[in-house]
């Protein structure tokens, strides 16, 4: 593979369920095809990933959740075509089974979703993590008795300001908004905005205008279309749409397979949406008008695989990424630049994959 074409790629996996752990993969930019380079098994359940720089040397760093009962994280050095090499050693974050990170003023946001919690560990000079700063612990319950008990923090992410962090709690059918403090790791409650109870937000996603938010729900397979402003930090729900046709929607109630979406993502120009649906194991297409408030679903394909846990555009917009759990692969799909609909066109072998995210 020649080297214009060639960029990186790590895949998460469940070591519990076979999985490599984290591993490094060759992008050909033209096909959209993933290669493998090497794999690390250093810490147990790396599910989610983010890449980011150290502070110091700008050299790439791969941040790493271990999602156990006594969840941790971990960072990595990223060079050449080695496997990702631990730093130092996996860091506990003060909470159990966390799903989801992102780096934000300085540190490392994890979202832990056993505890309900949301952790901040600072980020050093050389891209090494600090003990825990502080932690948010998350309250309240929702509607279903099995997955709504106590709460159950999903996902965490700056919004793109970089003033606000906003977590989205499964449990509680909710996204509380925060300010983190850049010193001290300090993380403080701003809003609290209730989504419609018994959806179970999962994920969401930004506007490329920043003026618009997409919670995805699990328990529901529906989005979510908030307005987000920024000066004030406040997200407000607009309206509701499913993300599958109405007798894919009803299956799960007609004793067919429940369909849990996963992850939602948003292009690059603000003109389509996708979501990755487990259980129904496909791609979701709706398009964006010029509100960014009215989407409209078009289409929905297959993912390649079974039980799609994660999806990833590439940073050129061009492919879609799915981590197709349980059937062990990783698939790609070319977008269409007209309709945004993708086009299946290769697969990887990948146990118990759980994530893609690209250097």
């Given at each position: 593979m020649g080297s214009s074409n060639a960029g990186r790629a790590f895949i998460g996996s469940f070591t519990?369920?076979?999985?490599?752990?984290?591993?490094?993969?060759?992008?050909?930019?033209d096909t959209g095809a993933l290669t493998v380079i090497a794999s690390t098994d250093a810490v147990a359940d790396p599910s989610y990933l983010v890449v980011g720089r150290a502070p110091e040397t700008g050299g790439t760093v791969l941040y790493a959740v271990s999602e156990g009962a006594d969840g941790a994280a971990a960072a990595f050095a990223v060079t050449g075509d080695d496997a990702p090499r631990l730093i130092g050693e996996a860091l506990p974050v003060d909470g159990s089974s966390p799903t989801h990170l992102s780096l934000a003023a300085g540190h490392l946001l994890t979202a832990n979703y056993g505890s309900g919690s949301v952790t901040a560990l600072p980020v050093r000079a050389d891209g090494s993590l600090g003990p825990v700063a502080s932690v948010l612990r998350h309250e309240g319950s929702g509607p279903d008795p099995d997955r709504q008990a106590g709460p159950h923090a999903h996902h965490v992410v700056a919004d793109p300001s970089g003033q606000w962090v906003l977590s989205v709690d499964l449990g509680t059918d909710s996204v509380r908004v925060c300010a983190l403090d850049p010193r001290t790791g300090a993380l403080r409650p701003h809003t609290e905005t209730a989504m419609r109870p018994g959806t179970g937000p999962r994920h969401l996603a930004f506007h490329p205008?920043?003026?618009?938010?997409?919670?995805?729900n699990e328990l529901e397979p529906t989005l979510t279309v908030c307005r987000w402003d920024s000066a004030g930090g406040r997200l407000d729900p607009v309206g509701?749409?499913?993300v599958l046709p109405h007798d894919a929607y009803?299956?799960?109630?007609?004793?067919?397979?429940?369909?849990?979406?996963?992850?939602?993502?948003?292009s690059h120009d603000g003109r389509f949406l996708w979501t990755a649906?487990?259980?129904?194991?496909?791609?979701s297409v709706l398009t964006l008008d010029e509100t960014a408030e009215k989407p409209a679903l078009v289409a929905a394909v297959?993912?390649?695989?079974?039980?799609?846990?994660?999806?990833t555009?590439?940073?050129?917009?061009?492919?879609?990424?799915?981590a197709n759990e349980r059937s062990g692969d990783v698939s790609w799909f070319a977008v269409d630049a007209e309709t945004g609909i993708p086009a299946h066109a290769g697969s990887l072998d990948a146990p118990a994959a759980s994530c893609v995210v690209f250097a």
């Open positions: 519990s369920a076979g999985g490599h752990g984290i591993t490094a993969v060759a992008v050909d930019r205008s920043g003026g618009h938010v997409y919670v995805l509701e749409t499913p009803t299956a799960g109630a007609g004793g067919g397979e429940r369909t849990y979406p996963s992850e939602v993502v948003v649906n487990r259980g129904h194991d496909s791609i297959g993912c390649g695989g079974h039980w799609p846990r994660d999806l555009l590439d940073p050129g917009g061009q492919w879609l990424y799915a």
